[in-house]
C-alpha cells in the first residue's frame, strides 16, 4: 500500500469522542441530497420517455407505409402487400410489418354521435398496448366471426355518448358515389390511456370488418405499420431504405402504386419535441446538483486540511511530498464522497422502487398524458451515474488541495 493509500485510510472522520463532526455529517448530508435528486431526475425522464413513447406507438407504429392517391381521387389508398413483399423480405427479422385499415366512421346514439376513426387490426397483432389500459372488458378473440362486428373503445368516446360495456352503436361509413354503409357494432371492451388527442378520436377492431366493407382483399390494406426496430436511428435508416426502394420498384414497373413512408418521428413530432424540453430541465438540474456537490467537497477538503495544518507540517518536515499528502487528502474528501453515495443511493433508489410500484404521487392527465409520475432506471444507469460522479469529485479536488504546497512545516509545526 502506497503512502497516500496508508495515510488516508488511517485518518479519522471523527471527532476525539468518537462522533462524526457537524461540518462532515453536513457534508454527507449534502452530497447525499444530491445524489438522490439526481437519481429521480433520471428515473423520471427515463419514466416518461418509455411510457409516453409506448403510447404513441401504440397508436402510430414506429413506421408507416401509406398510398399516396390525388384530392380528385375517390379511390381507396390501398397498400398492397403482395407488390412489396420483396422490399420488405430485406427488412430485419426483428422487423415486424403488419396490414391494418383505418376507417373514418360516424358512431351515433340515439341522443348523440361523434367522428372516429376506426382501425383494424389484423389477426396476429400484438394488443399487449390495448391490454395495459383496459379499464373494463377484454379484448375479442377475433379469430372468432361471432366477434366480427366487436370493438374496442375509449372511456373517452364511451363518456361522450354515455356508452357502456356491450352496448351497441350505429357506425356509419362513407362508400362510394357519397352513399354510406351502416354496421351495428358491440362494446366488446372499455380503454383509456389518457392520451386525449388519439382517445378521443380512436377505436379498435378486426381487419375483417373493414376488408369486407370496403371489398378489400386479404393482403390489402389502407395503412402498412412497421414496428419492433431496436433504436431511433434504425426507425430513419430504415425510412429512407423503404422510400429508395420502394420508389426503384415503382420505376422497375413492379408496383403501380407511389408510396409514402413517414416514421413516429414525423406524426408524434409534437411529443418528441414535449420530450426534448424535459431533457433539458434534468441536464439543468444535473448541472445544479453536480455544482453544489463540488461545493461541498472542496470545502469538506478545505475544513480537513486546516484541522491538520500541523500534521501536515510534520508529514513535510519528515519528507513527505507535496503530491503524497495532497493525493492523501484528497482521497480522505473522496471518503465523504462515497457516503454520501451510499447514503444517497439508498434512498434514491428505495423511492423509485416506492414510485414504481405505488404510483403514490399523482398527475394530472390532461397536462401529462398519465395519471402518476413514471420511473424507470437500470443497473447500467446507476453504475454509470456513480463512477462519473466519482471521477468528477476527483479531478474537481486535485485543484484546491493545492492550498497544502503553501503550507511551510517551519512555521505550522506549532500551529493551533
Not at 49 to 74: P, Y
Not at 101 to 111: F, G, H, L, V, Y
Not at 141 to 161: E, K, M, P, Q
Not at 328 to 342: C, E, H, K, N, Y
Request: proline share 3%; glycine share 6%.
Amino acid at each position: 500500500m502506497s503512502f497516500p493509500y496508508f495515510l488516508a485510510s488511517r485518518l479519522s472522520l471523527k471527532s476525539s469522542g468518537g462522533k462524526s463532526r457537524t461540518g462532515i455529517v453536513i457534508a454527507v448530508t449534502g452530497i447525499a441530497m444530491s445524489v438522490v435528486i439526481m437519481l429521480v431526475s433520471i428515473a423520471v425522464l427515463m419514466g416518461f420517455r418509455h411510457e409516453v413513447r409506448q403510447k404513441f406507438t401504440g397508436f402510430d407504429s414506429q413506421i408507416t407505409v401509406t398510398r399516396l392517391v390525388s384530392s380528385s381521387d375517390n379511390e381507396v389508398p390501398i397498400v398492397d402487400m403482395d407488390s412489396i413483399s420483396n422490399v420488405l423480405s430485406q427488412l430485419p427479422d426483428y422487423a415486424k410489418a403488419t396490414l391494418t385499415i383505418r376507417q373514418p366512421s360516424i358512431i351515433k346514439t340515439p341522443e348523440n354521435f361523434t367522428g372516429a376513426v376506426i382501425k383494424g387490426m389484423a389477426r396476429d397483432h400484438d394488443w399487449k398496448f390495448i391490454k395495459e389500459n383496459l379499464v373494463e372488458g377484454s379484448i375479442p378473440d377475433y379469430s372468432a366471426d361471432s366477434t366480427r362486428y366487436h370493438i374496442i373503445i375509449s372511456n373517452a368516446i364511451a363518456s361522450a355518448l354515455d356508452l357502456k360495456l356491450n352496448d351497441k352503436v350505429d357506425a356509419y361509413f362513407l362508400g362510394e358515389n357519397s352513399s354510406y354503409r351502416t354496421r351495428r357494432l358491440k362494446i366488446a371492451a372499455i380503454y383509456d390511456t389518457h392520451f386525449s388527442e388519439y382517445d378521443k378520436h380512436y377505436i379498435f377492431s378486426t381487419i375483417k370488418m373493414l376488408q369486407q366493407l370496403g371489398s378489400i382483399p386479404e393482403s390489402q390494406g389502407t395503412v402498412l405499420e412497421i414496428a419492433g426496430l431496436k433504436s431511433d436511428k434504425e426507425i430513419d435508416r430504415t425510412q429512407n431504405f423503404l422510400i429508395e426502394n420502394l420508389t426503384e420498384s415503382l420505376y422497375r414497373g413492379e408496383t403501380s402504386r407511389l408510396y409514402s413512408v413517414s416514421n413516429i418521428h414525423d406524426t408524434a413530432a409534437i411529443y418528441f419535441n414535449w420530450l426534448a424540453l424535459l431533457d433539458t430541465n434534468v441536464v439543468v438540474i444535473l448541472t445544479l446538483m453536480a455544482l453544489l456537490g463540488a461545493l461541498t467537497l472542496i470545502s469538506s477538503l478545505f475544513m480537513l486540511i486546516l484541522r491538520r495544518v500541523t500534521m501536515i507540517g510534520i508529514l513535510k518536515a519528515l519528507g513527505a511530498t507535496d503530491r503524497q499528502i495532497r493525493t492523501s487528502f484528497v482521497l480522505l474528501t473522496l471518503r465523504i464522497l462515497i457516503a454520501g453515495l451510499l447514503i444517497g443511493n439508498i434512498i434514491g433508489i428505495a423511492l423509485i422502487i416506492i414510485q414504481g410500484t405505488t404510483h403514490i404521487l399523482p398527475l394530472n392527465p390532461d397536462a401529462y398524458y398519465l395519471n402518476h409520475v413514471p420511473v424507470l432506471l437500470n443497473l447500467s444507469t446507476i453504475l454509470i451515474l456513480n463512477a462519473s460522479v466519482i471521477a468528477l469529485s476527483f479531478l474537481i479536488l486535485i485543484l484546491p488541495s493545492a492550498i497544502i504546497t503553501t503550507i511551510p512545516p517551519s512555521r505550522v509545526i506549532t500551529y493551533e
